[in-house]
Nanobody
Framework: EVQLVESGGGLVQDGGSLTLTCAVTGWPFDEITVGWFRQVPGKDREGVAF????????RYRDSVKGRFTISINNAKNMVNLYMNSLKPEDTGLYYC???????????????????WGKGVLVAVSS
């Protein structure tokens, strides 16, 4: 059974930093594509960052480029999202998700994900 468990959410001030971690079990980790998504009440869930482990590819939402970094820790089967220069508009429930994705990441924002974690809350105060 594939499981994704997020950790690391919390409350931070405008301009602060947080690191989210997604622990993945039940999947051949070297083949995985993982994405971080976020959702706020009243808005659609949106993809934030993606990583394809086997090809070492990454892809980011425009609004987080230069501030967020996604990376993989293969020794621990974990995916991290390093978030710097956080803004109040980054507030939301952040989810980790995974899919088997035999393509590059050019159109990854258009694909659905196969497995989801339960989410962690990130709150950025102004």
């Amino acid at each position: 059974e594939v499981q994704l468990v997020e950790s690391g959410g919390g409350l931070v001030q405008d301009g602060g930093s947080l690191t989210l971690t997604c622990a993945v079990t039940g999947w051949p980790f070297d083949e995985i594509t993982v994405g971080w998504f976020r959702q706020v009440p009243g808005k659609d869930r949106e993809g934030v960052a993606f990583i394809k482990n086997s090809a070492e590819l990454t892809r980011y939402r425009d609004s987080v480029k230069g501030r967020f970094t996604i990376s993989i820790n293969n020794a621990k089967n974990m995916v991290n999202l390093y978030m710097n220069s956080l803004k109040p508009e980054d507030t939301g429930l952040y989810y980790c998700a995974a899919r088997d994705h035999p393509y590059g990441l050019d159109y990854i924002f258009e694909y659905g994900m196969d497995y989801w974690g339960k989410g962690v809350l990130v709150a950025v105060s102004s």
